[in-house]
């Protein structure tokens, strides 16, 4: 009855509320509020799911522990994005694009994208629950190993960001490629680490001994988280607005960093040619 409840709440929220995104982001011009309440709802909805009572109707520590983690993933990440909106600029390039390719089209189009964004959702707040409900007593090494992936994973984000803001502060840097920091061992740093940090949930679900079989599933996050970033919404869109407002330079880049896995500069490209971030 748990799970069903929590299935059918999440299912309700989450659509409900990338419903109203899609009416703010037409009412301002802004998609990054898209993206930012779709961080803030997918995390607090798993929050709450997380803390639902387990069959004693007792809160363990676990549920708390996974509830905060996924708090501090999604506060971070939220916040982060409705800043950068707040502060005006150019919209979001994902979507500038996605308004140019389906035309007049595009009100209603967004709408259905939206709620394929709250199916994401669904998925991934489902994995936390699955942690978050793992009946195994007490805190285990598996506990704090899961904890320790989702500060790192978090920290780490937060740095690549930190950097490539400081970057584009810089009126020197204009029109180039940030290749600075973590930016120059891996060209997507801040969705590499944000894949980290979905395996948190996966090592707190998962119990080896067989106990809890339902853990297995939240393996569906990082493998969802990759699939989008690598291959979705995520590296190739950007890219491609990369390639048209850069040119050469990101081309370039493009040679010489990894995609997303973070590793040394290729020795041919190595050079500082002058027109690479």
């Given at each position: 009855?748990?799970?069903?409840?929590?299935?059918?709440?999440?299912?309700?929220?989450?659509?409900?509320?990338?419903?109203?995104?899609?009416?703010?982001?037409?009412?301002?011009?802004?998609?990054?509020?898209?993206?930012a309440?779709?961080?803030?709802?997918?995390?607090?909805f798993?929050a709450?799911?997380?803390?639902?009572?387990?069959?004693?109707?007792?809160?363990?520590?676990r549920?708390?522990?996974?509830?905060?983690?996924?708090?501090?993933?999604s506060?971070?990440?939220?916040?982060?994005?409705?800043?950068?909106?707040?502060?005006?600029?150019?919209?979001d390039?994902r979507?500038?694009?996605?308004?140019?390719?389906?035309?007049?089209?595009?009100?209603?189009?967004l709408?259905?994208f939206?709620?394929?964004?709250?199916?994401?959702?669904?998925?991934?707040?489902?994995?936390?629950?699955?942690?978050?409900?793992?009946?195994a007593?007490?805190?285990?090494?598996s506990?704090?190993?899961?904890?320790?992936?989702?500060i790192?994973?978090?920290?780490?984000?937060?740095?690549?960001?930190?950097?490539?803001?400081?970057?584009?502060?810089?009126?020197?840097?204009?029109?180039?490629v940030?290749?600075?920091?973590?930016?120059?061992?891996?060209?997507?740093?801040?969705?590499?680490?944000?894949?980290?940090?979905?395996?948190?949930?996966?090592?707190?679900?998962i119990?080896?001994?067989?106990?809890?079989?339902?853990?297995?599933?939240?393996?569906?996050g990082?493998?969802?988280m990759?699939?989008?970033?690598?291959h979705a919404?995520?590296?190739?869109?950007?890219?491609?607005h990369?390639?048209?407002?850069?040119?050469?330079a990101?081309?370039?880049?493009?040679?010489?960093?990894?995609?997303?896995?973070?590793?040394?500069q290729?020795?041919?490209y190595?050079?500082?040619?002058?027109?690479?971030?």
């Amino acid at each position: 009855m748990t799970a069903t409840i929590i299935f059918v709440a999440l299912a309700a929220c989450l659509p409900a509320t990338m419903t109203g995104a899609w009416l703010v982001a037409l009412r301002t011009s802004q998609s990054g509020w898209i993206d930012a309440t779709w961080s803030f709802a997918t995390g607090c909805f798993a929050a709450a799911a997380a803390l639902v009572p387990l069959a004693d109707n007792q809160i363990s520590v676990r549920q708390v522990l996974v509830a905060a983690l996924a708090l501090v993933w999604s506060l971070r990440l939220g916040i982060h994005i409705a800043v950068r909106t707040a502060r005006g600029g150019d919209d979001d390039p994902r979507y500038r694009q996605l308004r140019e390719e389906w035309g007049d089209a595009f009100k209603v189009r967004l709408l259905w994208f939206l709620q394929i964004q709250a199916l994401v959702g669904l998925a991934l707040a489902l994995s936390i629950a699955l942690a978050a409900h793992n009946p195994a007593p007490g805190l285990r090494f598996s506990d704090w190993l899961g904890f320790a992936f989702l500060i790192m994973a978090v920290l780490g984000e937060t740095i690549a960001d930190c950097q490539l803001s400081a970057f584009r502060a810089d009126p020197v840097n204009k029109g180039k490629v940030c290749d600075v920091g973590l930016w120059g061992v891996s060209r997507h740093p801040n969705y590499f680490f944000e894949w980290i940090g979905w395996f948190a949930y996966a090592i707190i679900a998962i119990d080896l001994s067989g106990a809890y079989p339902w853990g297995w599933l939240s393996l569906a996050g990082p493998f969802l988280m990759y699939w989008l970033l690598v291959h979705a919404s995520g590296i190739p869109p950007l890219e491609a607005h990369m390639l048209r407002s850069r040119g050469k330079a990101f081309r370039d880049y493009q040679h010489r960093v990894n995609a997303f896995w973070p590793g040394p500069q290729h020795a041919a490209y190595a050079s500082d040619n002058g027109d690479i971030r």
